[in-house]
């Protein structure tokens, strides 16, 4: 097979992957949200109701959900790449330079996956789509 041949072939399913890109970052987030909130998945460290973590976990649940479902996807990944960025800064970057040793790479990717989303959106296969009348059949 070609790589043009593999090219088309493969592009027919971009809506398909950066919906399940959309929904599993979404809901991964969502679980760093729940943590801090909910104390579930379980952890040995929940923050006190309005400090800067509690707020972020609101941050992740919330917007991870909005994401994940697709619904206002630009607005809501706006939102959650600046509190990546925040988050690394604050917290990661004091600790070393290389996010390899400060513990920061998750924010990093999540921080770029969800600025790529504010510019792409949800895809056809979100509930943003279904608004719009656009929803993959």
């Known amino acids: 097979?070609?790589?043009a041949n593999l090219d088309t072939g493969l592009a027919r399913y971009t809506p398909i992957?950066?919906?399940?890109?959309?929904?599993?970052?979404?809901?991964?987030?969502?679980?760093?949200?729940?943590?801090?909130?909910?104390?579930?998945?379980p952890t040995d460290h929940m923050p006190e109701m309005?400090?800067?973590?509690?707020?972020?976990?609101?941050?992740?649940?919330?917007g991870g959900l909005l994401i994940?479902?697709?619904?206002?996807?630009?607005?809501?990944?706006?939102?959650?790449?600046?509190e990546m960025a925040f988050a690394y800064f604050m917290a990661h970057f004091p600790r070393a330079f290389f996010p390899a040793l400060n513990g920061g790479d998750a924010a990093?990717?999540?921080?770029?996956?969800f600025f790529f989303l504010v510019f792409i959106g949800g895809?056809?296969?979100?509930?943003?789509?279904?608004?719009?009348g656009k929803a993959a059949a």
Request: charged share 10%; glycine share 10%; net charge positive.
């Open 1 to 3: 097979m070609s790589s």
């Open 17 to 41: 992957v950066l919906s399940l890109l959309r929904l599993v970052a979404g809901l991964l987030f969502m679980e760093h949200g729940m943590q801090k909130l909910f104390g579930f998945p």
């Open 50 to 62: 309005l400090t800067i973590a509690w707020f972020a976990g609101i941050i992740e649940f919330v």
């Open 68 to 82: 994940a479902l697709g619904l206002f996807t630009r607005a809501a990944a706006f939102i959650c790449s600046g």
């Open 108 to 113: 990093i990717l999540y921080c770029f996956l």
């Open 123 to 132: 895809g056809s296969i979100s509930l943003d789509a279904k608004l719009r």
